[in-house]
């Protein structure tokens, strides 16, 4: 009469029992924080073509405690998600070079320098705007 | 054979991804992070500073780009984020997140053009 034994998983807190689903769902929530800082940005980008007023008091919110709090930690959701996406990539797309399959490594090394160079070069780009 | 939105929920999620791996960590830092941890003077996040900064069309153009492809993104994770929550109710939760990932993209592109 009895069946098999199905042991019990919480449908809402299953990721919850693995430090590695713990990090699966933490980069499925980076999304959370991500979206959410688009829409902040979307909306800093309206208040700007606004007028002055209504932008200052958009920077006002952004750079109060809240603000800071939500951007600091989607700054390192981000970060998390660049980690947990580069090293997705040649798993995703294996790259054949020369009749060999180039190692990942490789791979997900030559995504950090783009990383690097891209980011430098926005830094650069935006602070030589006379700020 | 039946036609399916799938491809591109799926290419806009791939293409998001990429784009918000590149460059979401310094684009943060650069519109607040980095005034707020003192690597940036709060001058650099001023209504002149970045009015002048966005008057080009193609730095808008591409502004738009990189904010729409991540924005959709994020809309696309959050959907499978529900359902791995245990959140079974796809159609709602794909319409809500699609949908407010719409939103943002017009008013995306009315505010960038209304910047010109």
Redesign the interface.
């Given at each position: 009469m009895s069946g098999p034994y199905i042991r019990p998983v919480?449908?809402?807190g299953w990721?919850l029992t693995q430090p590695r689903y713990v990090r699966y769902?933490m980069r499925?929530?980076?999304?959370?924080f991500?979206?959410g800082?688009?829409?902040i940005?979307?909306?800093?980008?309206?208040r700007?073509?606004?007028g002055?007023q209504e932008?200052?008091a958009f920077?006002a919110a952004?750079?109060g405690p809240a603000?800071?709090a939500y951007?600091?930690v989607?700054?390192v959701f981000?970060?998390y998600?660049?980690y947990t996406?580069?090293i997705v990539t040649p798993k995703a797309m294996p790259l054949v070079f020369a009749g060999k399959r180039v190692p990942g490594s490789v791979i997900v090394a030559a995504?950090w320098v783009?990383?690097a160079v891209?980011?430098v070069a926005?830094?650069l780009l935006?602070?030589a705007?006379?700020? | 054979m039946a036609r399916s939105h799938k491809p591109i929920v799926w290419g806009l999620f791939a293409a998001g991804g990429t784009v918000a791996a590149f460059v979401l960590p310094v684009l943060i830092l650069l519109s607040g992070a980095g005034v707020a941890l003192g690597l940036l003077p709060a001058s650099s996040l001023e209504y002149e500073n970045l009015r002048s900064l966005l008057t080009h069309p193609l730095t808008r153009l591409v502004l738009f780009g990189v904010l729409f492809l991540i924005l959709w993104h994020a809309a696309h994770r959050l959907r499978i984020t529900a359902h791995d929550l245990g959140i079974r109710a796809d159609t709602l939760v794909a319409t809500v997140f699609y949908a407010i990932a719409g939103l943002g993209s017009v008013l995306l592109a009315i505010a960038l053009m209304a910047l010109a």
């Open positions: 919480s449908r809402t990721w769902m499925e929530i980076s999304s959370l991500i979206g800082y688009m829409l940005m979307i909306t800093g980008l309206y700007l073509s606004q002055p932008y200052a920077l952004l750079l603000g800071v951007t600091l989607t700054f981000a970060a998600h660049t996406w580069f995504h783009g990383f891209i980011s926005l830094w935006m602070t705007q006379g700020v | -």
